[in-house]
Nanobody, 122 residues
Framework: QVTLVESGGGSVQAGESLRLSCAAS????????MGWFRQAPGKEREGVAL????????RYADSVKGRFTISMADAKNTLYLQMNSPKPEDTGMYYC???????????????WGQGTQVTVSS
């Protein structure tokens, strides 16, 4: 069982940086990928960024490329999402997830955190 707990969300002005954290615990042996997803009211959950737990590999959604950075602590127990130059359209509930496949598709992930709210105002 893998437990994921997000933190760091809040309300910021557009352009004000924010860093999300996700504390991971439990048996992560089969979790080749850890990712950040977000969901705005009335919209589907979408992949934001992922990182391989076994190699130096990251992938980003086009909408955040160049602004957000995903990283992981050396001990593989904490996942981060550095959000620079956030925009109002980045508003949503942000979820941390772990799964076996390197894909920005929510259905590929079998462990999820409870989410942390990010609100970006203009």
């Amino acid at each position: 069982q893998v437990t994921l707990v997000e933190s760091g969300g809040g309300s910021v002005q557009a352009g004000e940086s924010l860093r999300l954290s996700c504390a991971a615990s439990g048996y992560t042996y089969n979790s080749n990928s850890m990712g950040w997803f977000r969901q705005a009211p009335g919209k589907e959950r979408e992949g934001v960024a992922l990182i391989s737990t076994r190699a130096s590999y990251t992938r980003y959604a086009d909408s955040v490329k160049g602004r957000f950075t995903i990283s992981m602590a050396d001990a593989k127990n904490t996942l981060y999402l550095q959000m620079n130059s956030p925009k109002p359209e980045d508003t949503g509930m942000y979820y941390c997830a772990a799964g076996p496949i390197l894909a920005l598709a929510a259905y590929e992930y079998n462990y999820w955190g409870q989410g942390t709210q990010v609100t970006v105002s203009s």
